[in-house]
């Protein structure tokens, strides 16, 4: 049996020290993680969205969302 529990997931847009993975919520064939985006550089952060279809064999980013009124640091 293959050991489905370990699974890299990437941001479409992912850059250096964007945090992604600071917070994770798995709920069946959907994943959500976090990326508090770069403290020094005033970015609010964002919440990435990923669904599986097959099992878990593969995810795929259906959405990336942020706060339409989020400032820098905002927690």
Not at 44 to 73: C, E, H, I, P
Request: hydrophobic share 45%; proline share 0%; net charge negative.
């Amino acid at each position: 049996m293959e050991d489905v529990s370990r699974r890299a997931l990437t941001a479409a847009d992912a850059a250096a020290n964007d945090y992604f993975g600071i917070s994770v919520a798995i709920d069946g064939d959907t994943v959500v993680v976090g990326a508090a985006g770069c403290w020094n550089c005033g970015y609010t952060g964002w919440v990435y969205v990923f669904r599986t279809s097959d099992g878990g064999a593969t995810y795929n980013q259906v959405a990336k969302l942020t706060a339409a009124d989020g400032a820098a640091t905002e927690s």
